[in-house]
């Protein structure tokens, strides 16, 4: 029996696909597993028991992923599962920022005393008049789930677009427009749109990236959305790229005392992925990964550790090692079930940074002399029976 704990409200949809090896808890010290949205886990204590985390989104700026790591708990993700309702929202920030929407919306609230209110608004319309996205260059920075989807769309609209990821995956490439132009650099995206989004982790790379220096390269009147994280934009930088006429609008989903009611900032409550199908979808891939890796050890879409997949284990065993990616490792561990005369069946290593993960297939069953061998090996953070 597996034991899991929300640290936030998850979608029934997806607590509904636990099987009956799993229950509930509401007690942090007794969870195998741990399901949490935007909860913060910086200040919690990891019990020694924990085995993973999944984050019902795909941020994780909220889960200490290198103390996870050291512990050997796995954090997953759920990458591309609200791309779609994010994708909404970017196509509604840019209509937004091109037209003034919401000028025009406010104008009628302020004026719905006025009985002539419709010839008045005739004459007003003028102040709130936009530009069309047709025609217009967009750069979309960062093709992931989200920024493909984003790029497709624009495309379709009538948009001339331009994409820049050096890390672009091949399922992301294989799903990208044709049409879309391959920048080289992010400096041409910058000299060349007319709109930028940004669809990019918070990394050190990227903390920062969109400020002065990058401002002063883009056109005059650009328009930026940001929904990724608030923190890869000097927000303050930006402010005065905005008073100085050489940002037109930016677009924000991340409400901060910095852009909340500047002028020249549309700035929305964190709503790209609050919808009931993101929600969900994200529920439902989240409790799948936890089931897969704590009934059998393998691991997809996880942010600390690489993916690794073996299918359900036939043999009589299998056991899990957590540990640095440094040499001679392998070694060690074959070694140690070579001394115990344990036949090993199948066996997969992969690495991810400063981590890698070993699992493998027996003919037999470990035993508890065997865990502490191998625990005991310099660069081991743990052992894990998975059966």
């Known amino acids: 029996m597996f034991k899991y704990q929300c640290l936030n409200p998850i979608a029934a949809v997806g607590l509904e696909r636990f099987t009956d090896l799993y229950e509930k808890t509401e007690k942090g010290e007794e969870a195998d597993g741990i399901l949490v949205r935007s909860a913060s886990m910086h200040d919690m204590e990891l019990p020694d028991n924990l085995l993973a985390v999944a984050r019902a989104g795909a941020g994780v700026n909220n889960i200490p992923l290198e103390k996870c790591a050291e512990k050997g708990i796995v954090v997953f993700n759920t990458p591309g599962a609200n791309a779609n309702g994010v994708k909404e929202m970017v ?99 910058y000299e060349n749109c007319d709109i930028i989004t940004l669809h990019l982790p918070l990394i050190d790379s990227t903390k920062g990236m969109i400020g002065k220096e990058a401002i002063a390269k883009m056109k005059d009147g650009v328009i930026l959305l940001n929904f ?6 000097n927000e303050e930088e930006l402010l005065e790229g905005i008073k100085a006429g050489k940002v037109r609008k930016y677009v924000s989903d991340f409400a901060n005392p910095t852009t909340a009611g500047q002028e020249g900032c549309i700035v929305i409550p964190h709503l790209g992925a609050s919808t009931e199908e993101s929600e969900e979808n994200c529920a439902k891939m989240a409790v799948d990964q936890l089931m897969n890796y704590l009934q059998n050890g393998n691991i997809v879409n996880s942010v600390n550790y690489p993916n690794c997949d073996m299918g359900v284990c036939m043999q009589a065993g299998r056991i899990a090692i957590f540990h640095k990616n ?45 865990i502490q061998k191998l625990q005991s090996i310099n660069g081991v953070f743990r052992v894990r029976v998975v059966k």
């Open 91 to 189: 196509i509604a920030g840019m209509l937004l920022a091109s037209r003034d929407i919401v000028g025009g919306i406010n104008w009628v609230s302020a004026n719905k005393d006025d009985p002539d209110i419709a010839k008045t608004a005739e004459k007003a319309k003028k102040n709130f008049a936009g530009t069309e996205l047709q025609d217009k260059k967009l750069g979309v920075i960062g093709l992931g789930a989200i920024g493909v989807k984003v790029a497709n769309v624009a495309k379709h609209m009538g948009m001339e677009v331009y994409g820049y990821d050096p890390y672009v995956s091949v399922h992301a490439a294989w799903n990208l427009s044709r049409d879309v132009k391959h920048a080289m650099n992010v400096e041409e995206i």
């Open 228 to 233: 990724s994280r608030d923190r890869i934009v």
């Open 326 to 370: 440094i040499a001679n490792m392998i070694t060690k561990f074959t070694a140690c079930f070579g001394d115990q005369g344990i036949n090993i069946t199948d066996m997969v290593n992969k690495s991810k940074g400063e981590v890698a993960y070993t699992m493998l297939d027996l003919e037999s069953q470990i035993t508890e002399e065997m």
